[in-house]
């Protein structure tokens, strides 16, 4: 060995033996899907927890020209004690201010508002964002200890995807998507981010005669999912 092999194997430290070891390989057992509810509606169940609460509605334009009235956010703001909404749509939020609606405009990764809620609505949102992450921690900050956060979004494995997939077709999906989440993947990402998951349903139309029969024997197969979850304190916030 040359004077540099042995000077460069002195200095270099040592790897430690756990390091060193094979990992065990993991082992992926089948397991059956887990048998939530089914709804019909994406609102019904966060209507209820928004009722008589302060409710923050993120992503509040549902689509441009839709009518307000009939827009999700107006029906929050019918049940909620308050109810702000935020987007960054900036000619629809307008349209809303003018209407009466209580609406910022302020982006979903990035909004500091100077309150907390107990109620955050993010339906048909978070598959939008470039970072679902910033998103959840600013969700965090403005929730208050006992508050919920409701999310509605595309379920991955969906029938819809799941038989296209099967058939060789191409998904169509939003160009403005930028990412696709099934429980296990958003449930992570809740974990990751100081959140825990206190309730979970399928959200289904039944619009299709194809996909009642389906949906009847296989509710995870449902279009969209429905997750309900609260922040976790190590230490509660006073």
């Not at 999700?72 to 987007?87: E, F, N, P, Q, T």
């Not at 609606?101 to 048909?124: C, K, Q």
């Not at 981010?193 to 619009?207: A, I």
Request: glycine content about 4%; some cysteine.
């Amino acid at each position: 060995m040359s004077p540099s092999q042995t000077s460069l194997a002195t200095t270099l430290p040592m790897v430690p033996a756990e390091l060193t070891r094979p990992r065990p390989r993991t082992v992926w057992r089948w397991t059956r899907e887990q048998d939530l509810p089914l709804s019909r509606s994406k609102l019904a169940r966060i209507l209820d927890l928004a009722k008589d609460r302060d409710v923050l509605d993120v992503g509040c334009v549902g689509g441009r020209n839709e009518r307000i009235e009939d827009s999700s956010h107006a029906r929050l703001s019918k049940v909620a004690r308050y109810c702000v909404g935020i987007d960054i749509v900036t000619d629809e939020v307008e349209r809303r201010k003018v209407a009466g609606y209580n609406v910022e405009i302020a982006d979903a990764e990035d909004f500091h508002l100077g309150r907390t809620f107990d109620v955050i609505v993010a339906a048909d949102v978070i598959e939008h964002l470039a970072n679902p992450g910033s998103f959840l921690a600013r969700a965090r900050e403005h929730l208050r200890p006992s508050g919920v956060l409701c999310l509605v979004t595309p379920n991955a494995l969906s029938l819809n995807n799941a038989l296209k997939s099967l058939a060789g077709l191409q998904v169509a999906i939003n160009p403005e998507h930028t990412c696709w989440f099934d429980r296990k993947t958003l449930g992570e990402l809740l974990t990751r981010c100081g959140f825990r998951v206190v309730e979970e349903y399928w959200q289904d139309y039944l619009k299709h005669p194809l996909t009642a029969m389906f949906l009847h024997f296989r509710k995870n197969l449902a279009a969209h999912l429905l997750v309900f979850a609260r922040p976790e304190w190590t230490v509660r916030p006073s």
